[in-house]
């Protein structure tokens, strides 16, 4: 499973709106940089209280880029 996929499988299980959900994924610095967007009303949702939900989303993909010899970053944009 590539990695824009499984933070897109992730993302769409949290939100009421999987539709919406779009992960773009692009390198900077030798980084893959994982761009997640989700509906308007679903940023609370992903987002978490006190950030507590995007950081494990961040965790996850963190270490499946780890396994790849990749180094992940997930950035929620709006």
Do not use: C, N, S
């Not at 009421?16 to 992960?23: G, H, L, R």
């Not at 967007?37 to 989303?57: H, S, W």
């Amino acid at each position: 499973m590539e990695l824009t996929d499984l933070l897109a499988y992730l993302a769409e299980g949290l939100v009421d709106d999987p539709e919406a959900v779009t992960v773009d994924a692009f390198t900077e610095q030798g980084e893959t940089v994982l761009e997640l967007a989700v509906g308007a009303d679903d940023y609370g949702k992903v987002i978490g209280r006190g950030g507590r939900t995007a950081q494990a989303l961040r965790r996850v993909l963190r270490a499946a880029g780890q396994q790849r010899g990749q180094r992940v970053l997930v950035d929620i944009v709006d």
